[in-house]
């Protein structure tokens, strides 16, 4: 195996159990601003909508043609609207609720705290991550696991987004760290793995689903499938 002094983690999906936390977080502002009374038929149907006009609108701000307020605004506008429920202030009272209270929810993904607590000894542990800096650092916060990384880089702390090579420079520089001692471990095909790849970093594909990506150094499925490869 090739010795890595270096671990760079995403962070959502990765580690940070984004779709658990989100979807609590949503079923509590349904049952908050009592979205039933305006039309919304069900907690599902509104999640389900919610991430489709999400994930959209996260493509255009990962292209640089959405402002991250706007976005935080305009996901619960058009999944209100997706029931015919047209009130901007609410929508924009979900939004700031749902970064409030998004962020705090503990939920990692299985193993992450048990992994990091084995490698923590062996190699210097770091985060690069395309959320927004604020948001990102209360996540770490609450779900315990901040203090086992040494730098944490957000694209807004960078000026650039996952996969440019922008990031991966910037994370090397602040972490002391060279692109041949490094391995990338991410969820994100394009902008963890891809981009790791082009800057010349090894990468561990993470995929739950079981996808295998034939140019990765490494494709596991579970987080566990890590430890014959890094311990």
Not at 21 to 30: D, G, I, V
């Amino acid at each position: 195996m090739k010795k890595y002094e270096h671990l760079f983690f995403d962070l959502d999906h990765t580690l940070w159990d984004f779709e658990t936390n989100s979807r609590a977080t949503l079923n509590e502002l349904y049952e908050t601003e009592r979205l039933v009374d305006l039309g919304v038929p069900s907690v599902a149907e509104y999640i389900e909508a919610y991430e489709e006009i999400n994930a959209a609108l996260w493509v255009r701000y990962e292209n640089g043609t959405l402002d991250k307020a706007v976005l935080r605004v305009l996901r619960f506008r058009n999944s209100l609207l997706r029931f015919g429920v047209k009130d901007g202030g609410l929508a924009e009272r979900m939004g700031r609720d749902y970064i409030e209270h998004c962020p705090r929810k503990p939920a990692l993904m299985d193993g992450a705290m048990e992994l990091l607590m084995d490698l923590q000894s062996t190699y210097r542990l770091h985060i690069i991550t395309n959320g927004f800096d604020e948001v990102q650092r209360v996540k770490l916060d609450y779900s315990a696991i901040g203090e086992y990384f040494d730098v944490v880089l957000t694209s807004e702390m960078a000026a650039a987004r996952k996969p440019h090579p922008k990031i991966f420079a910037m994370a090397l520089k602040h972490a002391k760290a060279k692109a041949t001692n490094s391995l990338m471990i991410g969820d994100n095909l394009h902008a963890d793995v891809k981009g790791a790849r082009d800057a010349g970093w090894d990468q561990a594909y993470f995929s739950p689903m079981g996808n295998v990506d034939t140019m990765a150094t490494y494709s596991v499925r579970n987080l566990a499938e890590l430890r014959p490869i890094l311990l």
